[in-house]
């Protein structure tokens, strides 16, 4: 169906960590590396990746997270995360995922996305937004 997305290929991406992507609530001395911020980082690299392999018009959304967040990555450090296509079973399309920063691995897991047409999709939201707000 989509002839350049198939199990194996693979993208990696290089992080800043920068202030934006870390916890503060420990203080100054302990910010690193968010959990939210490595998992939309990882979303990230995964859409971007199914993109380059949809026609236009097409995109993905998630629909799965499990991933492991194993040690902590220090403001200032630069984080790998390399993202790999085990599955492909119609539109739904599994990852590995895995992350290290320049001293450990930091993460390891799976993330699910579903190729999605964008029009249609937006006519089901406009459709869910209106029985929302007429219950």
């Known amino acids: 169906m989509y002839e350049t997305l198939t199990a194996g290929t693979s993208a990696t991406r290089?992080?800043?960590v920068?202030?934006?992507?870390?916890?503060?609530?420990?203080g100054e001395d302990?910010?690193?590396?968010?959990?939210p911020s490595l998992i939309h980082d990882i979303e990230d690299a995964c859409r971007d990746l199914i993109l380059g392999?949809?026609?236009?018009?097409?995109?993905?959304?998630?629909?799965?997270v499990s991933v492991a967040h194993l040690s902590p990555t220090?403001?200032?450090m630069e984080a790998?995360?390399?993202v790999?296509?085990?599955?492909?079973?119609?539109?739904?399309?599994?990852?590995?995922?895995?992350g290290t920063d320049t001293v450990e691995p930091i993460c390891k897991g799976t993330h699910e996305r579903f190729i999605v047409d964008v029009a249609k999709t937006a006519e089901r939201l406009r459709q869910k937004s209106a029985k929302a707000q007429n219950p």
Do not use: N, W
Not at 18 to 26: A, C, E, L, N, V
Not at 30 to 35: E, K, Q
Not at 53 to 64: I, M, W
């Open 53 to 64: 392999g949809v026609p236009e018009g097409q995109d993905s959304v998630g629909t799965k």
């Open 18 to 26: 920068d202030r934006d992507r870390t916890i503060g609530f420990m």
């Open 84 to 98: 790999t296509i085990s599955e492909i079973e119609g539109r739904r399309v599994v990852f590995e995922v895995s």
């Open 30 to 35: 302990c910010r690193v590396y968010s959990t």
């Open 80 to 82: 790998t995360i390399t």
């Open 74 to 76: 220090i403001l200032g």
């Open 14 to 16: 290089k992080i800043a």
